[in-house]
């Protein structure tokens, strides 16, 4: 049986919620995310990786961390409370997969002035450079998602990644974690981790646990390719890091009939980004 909800009821949540981020408690948020829940009958879907931030001392981070910028595009603004706060000093442009929450969020616009919401799938989409990007990024699209970042050339992004990606985002060559994603991210990005997230701080709870991490585009100068060819550089890394463990040159006979001097020892998951951007160049006119 369908159940019409009063949204408007939303905005008398919203209006409860301390005005500074200061006062915000854990406990505030846990209340005011099952008291929409309760209001209007949405279930989070698993499937959409739908989690709610409810760790006061981890929202106010975040919260003080965008403070600093004047335009915000977030993806997945969920049920808004972040955006709520995020909308106290910046201009917000959110973004939703799910009608339901769009529903919620454009009441959220009745005392938020500041503030868009388009009903949207972000991958579809270009991300406008001039935009800080945020998202409790869904985990189930953070790979594609943060290509798409490389791809349109995203000046700033702060994301919540399951922590075994972010691992894999930072680490060097050599090691398990290394791959593809860790390559295109570092032949163009400075890339740090700013705070580890227990799974504990989201409800429902994760079965993994979190970091958010800033990733900061470098200046075309120090890009390890030029920045034109970065989709044939994307689908590059894609080919050889699904042979991670062979060696480099009989990755390279097999898709690109082609060997490279001075690489003969070399398995795939050995070489650096600025090796891998070397080998790039020699086999651009293949791809």
Known sequence: MKIDVDYEDIVKIFKRLPEDVNRLTSKILVNTTRRIIKTTRIIPKKNLGQHFLINAKVFKNI??????????????????????????????????????????????????????????????????????????????????????????????VFITIQKEVADRILSKPGSNDYGRISVLVSCFYDAKKIMFIDRR??????????????????????????YKYVEKFEKFTSIIFSQRNKLINKVLREF???????????????????????????VLDRL
């Open 63 to 156: 919260v003080n961390i965008l403070s600093k910028f004047d335009k915000i595009l977030e993806v997945g603004s969920g049920f808004g409370i972040l955006t709520y706060y995020i909308s106290h000093n910046a201009y917000v442009v959110g973004t939703e997969i799910d009608s339901r929450f769009f529903k919620i969020l454009k009441y959220l616009k009745e005392i938020r002035q500041n503030l868009d919401i388009f009903l949207c799938d972000i991958l579809t989409i270009k991300i406008p450079e001039n935009y800080v990007v945020f998202s409790n990024l869904p985990f189930y699209i953070t790979s594609e998602f943060i290509v798409k970042v490389v791809k349109d050339k995203v000046r700033r």
């Open 201 to 226: 701080s989201f409800i429902p709870i994760p079965e993994v646990d979190a970091c958010m991490i800033e990733l900061c585009l470098k200046s075309s100068s120090n890009f390890c390719i030029d």
């Open 256 to 282: 690109f009939n082609i060997e490279i001097p001075n690489f003969e020892s070399k398995r795939v998951y050995q070489l650096s980004p600025s090796e891998i951007a070397s080998i790039f160049e020699k």
